[in-house]
Nanobody, 124 residues
């Protein structure tokens, strides 16, 4: 059983910052991990992904503002979000794949494990 638990969400004003964390427990190997988000009435979309050696992919909408990272010793995934915009408001989900060969940010189907999400609300 693999569990992913997100934390760090909250409410912030536009231009502010938040740091999300995803703690992994149970058996899990170092494979693709990523952050995805879903706003009300919209499809879930990729935000950023990272493979086992730290290569990253970002959605165009967050490039230059968000940074994904991982701490393998702590089995924790992070998302540093700076210069937040109201359109960043969404439920943010942590995900992990079983394999590291392909770590897309534009597809959800390769991600096998999902957290319950943490809410991020950005006010203008």
């Amino acid at each position: 059983q693999v569990r992913l638990v997100e934390s760090g969400g909250g409410s912030v004003q536009a231009g502010g910052s938040l740091r999300l964390s995803c703690a992994a427990s149970g058996y899990i190997i170092n494979t693709c991990m990523g952050w995805f988000r879903q706003a009300p009435g919209k499809e879930r979309e990729g935000v950023a992904t990272i493979n086992k050696v730290g290569a990253t992919i970002y959605a165009d909408s967050v490039k230059g503002r968000f940074t994904i990272s991982r701490d393998n010793a702590k089995n924790t995934l992070y998302l540093q979000m700076n210069s937040l915009k109201p359109e960043d408001t969404a439920m943010y989900y942590c995900a992990a794949a079983r394999w590291d060969a392909y770590c897309p940010v534009t597809s959800l189907v390769q991600y096998n494990y999902w957290g319950q999400g943490t809410q991020v609300t950005v006010s203008s």
